[in-house]
């Protein structure tokens, strides 16, 4: 109880720290709670400013590597098109309208913000009847893998979600559109929330596209991610289903 009372006091110190309420976005670099024995150093630490910042570690989640991969590979003008899929808690969007493109987020949870430049579609995607070929561009950051499981309130379907999705969104690209996908990697494993995939699924899920480029990646230690060889990254156990690696893949409408 005295734990719980502890974290809760820490997360109201630093929403209000200054006045500010932070949105909740899935950002790159976080912060994970240091174990702190000393009890009156925990009820301390919820209220002092300086206590607090001091008793927490930073982590990097695989968001320091998808996000610049978007925009050094999305490769297209100014007002083209652009489908983020899975938007919620993501500041692409946003990033994308601004600059300048035509951004269309969907999610089944709600996006808190807008733009002049953004359309926001809430609900299941594949009852939204978008019209074919009308995206020069889709983006689906850390999504795909949880297609048709269930696990965020959507019904589970017994059909392959991802698979289903990957064509639709081959259905609205245009020729030569660009898909970006980043997905969980290693040893293929499903869980109740997602998909980890090897090459070989990963590589069918994608069967209607030409790869122009893919990339994998390892997390160390909840901080620092490397690029690694695909085939070493299959060889490695996955722990409950943990994002530990990751492919980050550029793909074109054949």
């Not at 809760?8 to 909740?24: E, N, S």
């Not at 499981?149 to 979600?161: D, K, S, V």
């Not at 980890?196 to 790869?211: A, K, P, Q």
């Amino acid at each position: 109880m005295a734990g719980r009372l502890t974290q809760g006091l820490k997360t109201i110190a630093k929403k209000f720290h200054r006045g500010i309420i932070y949105p909740p976005f899935n950002d790159p670099i976080s912060y994970r709670p240091l174990r702190i024995d000393n009890h009156a150093m925990q009820v301390l630490a919820g209220f002092v400013p300086f206590l607090a910042r001091n008793s927490y570690d930073w982590c990097v989640n695989e968001r320091i590597l998808e996000i610049p991969f978007v925009f050094m590979n999305l490769n297209l003008p100014v007002g083209s098109k652009v489908l983020d899929f899975g938007c919620d808690a993501s500041r692409i969007s946003m990033h994308l309208a601004n600059m300048g493109y035509k951004v269309t987020g969907a999610d089944l949870l709600p996006y808190a913000f807008s733009h002049p430049n953004l359309e926001f579609k809430q609900g299941n995607f594949f009852e939204q009847n978008l019209i074919s070929g009308s995206f020069d561009g889709i983006i689906a950051v850390s999504a795909l893998e949880h297609v048709g499981l269930g696990a965020y309130g959507e019904m589970a379907t017994p059909e392959r979600g991802d698979v289903q999705m990957v064509q639709e969104f081959a259905r609205i690209l245009k020729s030569k559109g660009r898909l970006i996908v980043t997905v969980p990697f290693g040893q293929r494993k499903q869980v109740r929330t997602h998909r980890i995939y090897d090459r070989d699924e990963l590589m069918t899920v994608l069967s209607g596209f030409h790869i122009e480029k893919e990339v994998y990646y390892r997390c160390e230690g909840r901080k620092y991610w490397y690029v690694e060889n695909a085939e070493i990254l299959e060889k490695q156990p996955t722990h409950d289903g943990k994002f530990e690696a990751a492919a980050m893949i550029v793909a074109v409408k054949r």
